[in-house]
T-cell receptor, first 113, second 114 residues
Framework: ETGVTQSPTHLIKTRGQQVTLRCSSQ?????VSWYQQALGQGPQFIFQ???????GRGNFPPRFSGLQFPNYSSELNVNALELDDSALYLC????????????FGPGTRLLVL | AQSVTQLGSHVSVSEGALVLLRCNYS??????LFWYVQYPNQGLQLLLK??????LVKGINGFEAEFKKSETSFHLTKPSAHMSDAAEYFC????????????FGKGTLLTVNP
């Protein structure tokens, strides 16, 4: 049991719309990372949050943004959706910054039409 | 910068046969290495991790992996495959520096034939 939950499980949007994905980390985990997994690919790092501040970003444009809240929940927001944003979005939490184990949630599958 | 190469996007074995999934890494710092498993329509589950202790690491479900620095490899093995092992397997390296991102390989799909 990882204790990381994500919502919704599936989502369909149209190009140009905005979407918010949610993640609830394990209690006490102060670091959350988001990953994008396109079909047939490994997960790609989007960004990481530590104590409600962004702590590193991968090669994703600014229309991908996030928030982390004091209650161990976090959000991934994507503006101006593009067809290539269709993917499984995974969040992962770790107990501390630099903690070697990241616990993954089940993911949100986003389809952009 | 870190990178991971998984050799073989698809591996097929018979039930009871040896499973060998290959992973080579590149890292500018002593690596932390991981194997994750992903079942259809699910997230990632940690199988095992190497964090600079013993070079032979045992994980869940009978899997193990050996860290070989000279070969920059971290191959995953299981002596006897079970039907329930059919899944996608990802090797990953943990980045250093100021953020602790995981860099994943492209994955290896394991099928187990009866």
């Amino acid at each position: 049991e990882t204790g990381v939950t994500q919502s919704p499980t599936h989502l369909i949007k149209t190009r140009g719309q905005q979407v918010t994905l949610r993640c609830s980390s394990q209690s006490g985990h102060n670091t959350v990372s988001w990953y994008q997994q396109a079909l047939g690919q490994g997960p790609q790092f989007i960004f990481q949050y530590y104590r409600e501040e962004e702590n590193g970003r991968g090669n994703f444009p600014p229309r991908f943004s996030g928030l982390q809240f004091p209650n161990y929940s976090s959000e991934l927001n994507v503006n101006a959706l593009e067809l290539d944003d269709s993917a499984l979005y995974l969040c992962a939490s770790s107990l501390v910054l630099g903690g070697e184990t990241q616990y993954f949630g089940p993911g949100t599958r986003l389809l952009v039409l | 910068a870190q990178s991971v190469t998984q050799l073989g996007s698809h591996v097929s074995v018979s039930e009871g046969a040896l499973v060998l999934l290959r992973c080579n890494y590149s890292s500018s710092v002593p690596p932390y290495l991981f194997w994750y498993v992903q079942y259809p329509n699910q997230g990632l589950q940690l199988l095992l991790k190497y964090t600079s202790a013993a070079t032979l690491v045992k994980g869940i479900n009978g899997f193990e992996a050996e860290f070989k620095k000279s070969e920059t490899s971290f191959h995953l093995t299981k002596p006897s495959a079970h039907m329930s092992d059919a899944a996608e397997y990802f090797c990953a390296v943990l980045g250093g520096g100021s953020n602790y991102k995981l860099t994943f390989g492209k994955g290896t799909l394991l099928t187990v034939n009866p």
